[in-house]
């Protein structure tokens, strides 16, 4: 028997969660694509909790049922993190699908998650018995896999609160609308008096998961721009080495060069 | 422009911007069975068996036994069955229809029949085909003697791919029967075309069929050869069970299984003389897919064209279009004057280049002129007019001054600028309209002076009905409202032709035009009045024979040039449309807004063709078969096109209007390609070229 529920706390849909497993659905722009029938659904739309944006001493945190336009719209969210919403699909799709399913979907070419991975977000997964907190980065376990419990609902999605003003962003899809990414890239760059005290680049379409390459970004980290640009050849020859593409609707050898050609102008771009 | 031109709100707008206008989809389904094809999961085999699931009363599967006439698609060649013969030729090709009541009872139970197959070798490139549908070939003066004087010899391939026509609404239609008559409506461009296949496939006469139009949601060719094949399935399956049926393809299906453009490979040998090309030797190839359906024609047209706009004294052209196991080709938008214009143009671009020369300038000193012969030797009747199209575009789109700036670019972004002129020739090729079409059209008059349009002509959006009124309302010199025109039904309206080749209002409006002007002669206040026109033959043409490609191929021809300027991005390969300039003669506007919406969104089609659409398909299979992975762009992809209206009157067609539906869609392609040409500083032979082709080019470069 199919059943499908709105509940409208969290309490009661994290006891549906347990009782009946089913799917979560928020938006439902990538559910609706494979349409299944025999589905069963909880709908966590109608659940305020999930919906707010707000920010502590430590995160920025976002409901996991808020919209992309929801987002865009907020004054607390990070541009990097707007700019990247505002290049999904058009709007009625950003009016509906959520940062939650964007994430929960488990695809490697989610835009908003490549930019909650470059700012080494968190993810509060809760259920019944209590909640814990996971690096996004470990919560994606391979394509389409995800460390999600049963049990468990993504009820936040939090960015460390951290100088993000110095970012880059570059979504290659096949048009300017309503195209899933090719190849996309995003690095931060914090830069205080000549030192840079925080690299961070991620590519999202290249591989199974978002790509995050933290030990080669930390190469730059602490460095003055002199000493970075010094070691940019040693830098690009070890992005180069993770950047495997699988393969895809485009090529592999067209995503890499891609990927290279981003790197090496977020570089350019900032001095190095 | 003409009082004609005047724009007036297109009938159609109100209900389809309210969501009342019926669709296939939309007419009740009580009473209805649900059908769902059996298809070939197999490019090429010997069906050994088929097996079904045990079907509930009710279901029913039909398939080549019960077709009760002849098991053939009338079209040009019958060589389409309805439902497969012995062997399956494509992946996708019908073996059977699934029908019953309930729809996923129906998808379900079409899923479980088994297919046996014994296997036979495929063939998917039409150059490696050993097995030639069509071969037309004709010549003009003496190339032997131009290539043996000739200074210089350039010889070039060129390549473009499928292309799908993206209508909004897949095909779909409706079969069943009342008062011993079989009655097919649905989404189709041709009611006489799906009439005339009924009749051969049912084993009827004419008059126990017939067909209707539902309101179109797009159409572009898609739904010009292919209902009659969709006509005669659903006929069957309604003969059979005695109930109507019903089929509408998803998208998936409407994608991996219905025509599309021909892909073409064209070689082009140049022969120059003092500067001038004196001779073209042409070869054409097309891909026809599985079966011929369209396929001749479409090559006809295509090899008519190759030599482009140009005055070549000397030309040789042969063209074949073979058979491969992928899905059969057939009517697009240009039907096959897309593919050796797009080859014409970037080998004068080419040719152009190579010696030193600005590829407009080049063009410009070989046009052929009013009184030239055509490349079938018949003859420019009528002014040619681009050059003073060219000069508008170039002023427009600031052409020369871009052209010099954009040499020897070595930045991230790198822009160009390129141009293309060609032409599409109005109508039927060559005597078709008079010795198949033969059209008749008719109005009807009631007794309150009301003046009811009798033709087959069917509206799809492109706005033939504001058309028609207008042209009927202008002659009678009577208000719009006092002009009836509803969708086509074969009962009630005479066989006009097909509502393709650019042909409606040049010919068909022209038809009613005269029937307008007898029946304002004949008007009686009061009486019922009915007048029938038939088509008249324009006695200035020179007789065509299509065995030797001679001869006034068309009456006349409307122009269009076209400009685009892309900026490429080469570290990622995107091209982005800057600026898009066209001007369009296509003769009188009947209704300016209407041919302005026909320029620009033929132009997109067109400019995507070249820079954006490709069907990826592996061992005759589609793989890109939904809207978000077979490109197209949207409004955010393209730049405000600037379309330039430029008329030279035609005196055979309505106030002077010529064929417009698919001029704009001609010359896009090689403009685009050329514009990319110019900002990555090099010569390019395919359509389309996309952004991992930018980046295979750099790397080729930088290597």
Same mark, same amino acid.
């Given at each position: 028997m199919v059943k499908s529920f709105a509940p409208t706390t969290l309490a009661e849909a994290l006891k549906l969660r347990k009782a009946h497993g089913l799917t979560l659905y928020t938006g439902g722009t990538d559910l609706m694509v494979e349409a299944k029938e025999d589905a069963s659904y909880l709908f966590l739309h109608k659940i305020p909790e999930l919906k707010e944006i707000k920010q502590d001493a430590q995160y920025i945190r976002f409901g996991a049922a808020c919209t992309f336009s929801d987002l865009i719209d907020h004054p607390l969210t990070p541009k990097i993190l707007k700019e990247a919403c505002g290049q999904i699909a058009a709007p009625a799709i950003r009016n509906i699908g959520s940062i939650g399913g964007n994430i929960g979907n488990g695809s490697p070419k989610a835009d908003s998650a490549l930019i909650f991975m470059v700012t080494d977000s968190l993810v509060r997964l809760v259920c019944e018995d209590g909640e814990r907190m996971l690096p996004l980065k470990e919560f994606y376990l391979g394509r389409k896999k995800l460390a999600l419990r049963r049990d468990e609902i993504i009820a936040e999605v939090l960015i460390p609160r951290q100088n993000l003003d110095n970012y880059y962003y570059t979504k290659v899809g096949a048009r300017n609308a309503l195209a899933i990414s090719r190849v996309a890239f995003a690095g931060i760059l914090d830069v205080r008096d000549g030192v840079i005290r925080h690299c961070a680049t991620a590519f999202g379409a290249v591989s199974d998961v978002i790509l995050r390459p933290a030990e080669i970004d930390a190469m730059l980290t602490g460095k003055t721009l002199t000493q970075a640009k010094a070691l940019r050849q040693d830098y690009l020859a070890a992005i180069d080495q993770v950047i495997v593409p699988i393969r895809g609707r485009v090529g592999v050898e067209y995503r890499k060069d891609v990927c290279l050609n981003l790197v090496r102008d977020f570089l350019d771009v900032n001095g190095i | 422009m003409k009082s004609i031109s005047r724009s007036i709100p297109k009938k159609d707008h109100g209900e389809k911007m309210r969501g009342q206008a019926m669709y296939v989809c939309d007419c009740p389904t009580e009473g209805i069975l649900f059908g769902r094809m059996v298809r070939s999961s197999v490019p090429r085999a010997k069906v050994a068996n088929v097996k079904l699931p045990t079907l509930p009363d009710g279901y029913c599967y039909v398939d080549k036994n019960d077709v009760p006439g002849t098991n053939e698609v009338l079209m040009i060649v019958q060589d389409t069955p309805v439902f497969a013969g012995e062997t399956v030729e494509h992946i996708g090709d019908p073996i059977g229809l699934l029908c019953?009541?309930?729809?996923?009872?129906?998808?379900?139970?079409?899923?479980?029949?088994?297919?046996?197959?014994?296997?036979?070798?495929?063939?998917?490139?039409?150059?490696?085909?050993?097995? &030639?549908?069509? +071969?037309?070939a004709y010549e003009k003066g003496n190339?032997?003697?131009?290539?043996?004087?000739?200074?210089?010899?350039?010889?070039?391939?060129?390549?473009?791919?499928?292309?799908?026509?993206?209508? #909004?609404?897949?095909?779909?239609?409706?079969?069943?029967?009342?008062?011993?008559?079989? $009655?097919? $409506?649905?989404?189709?461009?041709?009611?006489?075309?799906?009439?005339?296949? %009924?009749?051969?496939?049912?084993?009827?006469?004419?008059?126990?069929?017939?067909?209707?139009?539902?309101?179109?949601?797009?159409?572009?060719?898609?739904?010009?050869?292919?209902?009659?094949?969709?006509?005669?399935?659903?006929?069957?399956?309604? $003969?059979?069970?005695?109930?109507?049926?019903?089929?509408?393809?998803?998208?998936?299906?409407?994608?991996?299984?219905?025509?599309?453009?021909?892909?073409?490979?064209?070689?082009?040998?140049?022969?120059v003389k003092d500067g001038k090309v004196t001779a073209m030797e042409i070869e054409v190839l097309y891909d026809a897919g599985a079966y011929t359906t369209m396929s001749p024609v479409v090559l006809q047209r295509g090899i008519i064209g190759a030599p482009g706009i140009y005055n070549v004294p000397n030309l040789k052209v042969h063209g074949q279009s073979r058979k491969t196991n992928n899905v059969p080709n057939g009517a697009f938008r240009g039907f096959g004057g897309p593919q050796t214009?797009?080859?014409?143009?970037? #080998?004068?671009?080419?040719?152009?280049?190579?010696?030193?020369?600005?590829?407009? +300038?080049?063009?410009?000193?070989?046009?052929?002129?009013?009184?030239?012969? =055509?490349?079938?030797?018949?003859?420019?009747?009528?002014?040619?007019?681009?050059?003073?199209?060219?000069?508008?575009?170039?002023?427009?789109?600031?052409?020369?001054a871009k052209r010099a700036a954009y040499q020897n670019q070595t930045g991230r972004y790198r822009k160009g600028i390129g141009l293309s002129a060609v032409f599409h020739g109005g109508g039927f =090729?060559?005597?078709?309209?008079?010795?198949? %079409?033969?059209?008749?059209?008719?109005?009807?008059?009631?007794?309150?002076?009301?003046?009811?349009?009798?033709?087959?002509?069917?509206?799809?959006?492109?706005?033939?009905?504001?058309?028609?009124?207008?042209?009927?309302?202008?002659?009678?010199?009577?208000?719009?409202?006092?002009?009836?025109?509803?969708?086509?039904? =074969?009962?009630? &309206?005479?066989?006009?032709?097909? *509502?393709?080749?650019?042909?409606?209002?040049?010919?068909?409006?022209?038809?009613?035009?005269?029937?307008? &002007?007898? %029946?304002?002669?004949?008007?009686?206040?009061?009486?019922?009045? *009915?007048? *029938?026109?038939?088509?008249? $033959?324009?006695?200035?043409?020179?007789?065509?024979?299509?065995?030797?490609?001679?001869? +006034?191929?068309?009456?006349?021809?409307?122009?269009?040039?076209?400009?685009?300027?892309?900026?490429?991005?080469?570290?990622?390969?995107?091209?982005?449309?800057?600026?898009?300039?066209?001007?369009?003669?296509?003769?009188?506007?009947?209704?300016?807004?209407?041919?302005?919406?026909?320029?620009?969104?033929?132009? &997109?089609?067109?400019?995507?063709?070249?820079? #954006?659409?490709?069907? *990826?398909?592996?061992?005759?299979?589609?793989?890109?078969?939904?809207?978000?992975?077979?490109?197209?762009?949207?409004? #955010?992809?393209?730049?405000?096109?600037?379309?330039?209206l430029h008329v030279e009157d035609y005196p055979g067609g309505p106030f002077g209007a010529k064929g417009g539906g698919e001029l704009p869609h001609v010359g896009g392609a090689p403009a685009t390609i050329a514009a990319i040409e110019n900002a990555l500083d090099t010569k390019l032979g395919k359509a389309p070229f996309l952004p991992e082709d930018v980046m295979n080019h750099l790397r080729e470069v930088n290597r």
């Open positions: - | 019953g009541p309930d729809e996923r009872e129906v998808l379900r139970l079409a899923g479980e029949v088994e297919i046996e197959y014994e296997m036979l070798e495929p063939t998917f490139d039409a150059r490696e085909s050993d097995v &030639v549908f069509f +071969d037309y190339t032997a003697a131009a290539f043996a004087q000739a200074d210089h010899i350039f010889e070039e391939d060129f390549e473009t791919g499928l292309q799908e026509h993206m209508c #909004m609404e897949t095909n779909g239609l409706i079969a069943g029967s009342s008062d011993g008559k079989i $009655h097919v $409506h649905g989404s189709l461009q041709c009611p006489y075309y799906v009439h005339k296949a %009924l009749v051969h496939a049912l084993g009827c006469r004419p008059e126990d069929v017939s067909v209707a139009q539902d309101v179109i949601g797009g159409a572009f060719g898609a739904k010009e050869d292919y209902p009659s094949i969709l006509a005669c399935q659903v006929a069957v399956a309604a $003969h059979k069970a005695g109930k109507p049926v019903r089929v509408i393809f998803d998208r998936k299906e409407d994608i991996e299984c219905t025509s599309k453009r021909h892909p073409s490979f064209c070689n082009y040998k140049v022969a214009f797009f080859a014409v143009e970037m #080998m004068m671009e080419h040719v152009a280049k190579n010696l030193g020369l600005e590829p407009v +300038d080049f063009k410009l000193a070989h046009l052929a002129k009013q009184g030239d012969s =055509t490349s079938t030797g018949g003859k420019y009747h009528f002014p040619v007019p681009i050059a003073p199209m060219v000069d508008a575009v170039l002023k427009a789109s600031d052409y020369r =090729t060559g005597s078709a309209e008079r010795d198949l %079409l033969k059209s008749v059209a008719r109005l009807h008059k009631d007794k309150d002076g009301n003046v009811e349009i009798l033709t087959a002509n069917t509206d799809m959006g492109q706005g033939l009905f504001v058309a028609f009124t207008k042209i009927v309302a202008e002659t009678l010199d009577l208000p719009h409202d006092k002009i009836i025109l509803t969708m086509p039904n =074969t009962d009630r &309206v005479p066989n006009s032709g097909p *509502t393709v080749a650019s042909r409606s209002v040049m010919v068909v409006g022209e038809l009613i035009r005269r029937a307008a &002007v007898r %029946l304002k002669d004949e008007w009686k206040d009061g009486e019922e009045q *009915t007048v *029938t026109e038939h088509y008249k $033959h324009p006695e200035f043409m020179i007789p065509f024979d299509i065995k030797t490609f001679s001869g +006034d191929a068309y009456p006349t021809y409307s122009w269009a040039v076209n400009a685009v300027e892309v900026e490429i991005d080469t570290y990622t390969g995107a091209i982005k449309l800057v600026g898009g300039w066209g001007s369009f003669d296509a003769g009188t506007p009947i209704d300016e807004n209407i041919l302005r919406g026909q320029m620009e969104g033929g132009f &997109v089609q067109s400019l995507s063709y070249g820079m #954006m659409e490709k069907i *990826t398909a592996e061992k005759g299979k589609i793989r890109n078969n939904t809207f978000s992975d077979y490109m197209i762009p949207t409004a #955010m992809d393209l730049p405000k096109l600037e379309i330039l």
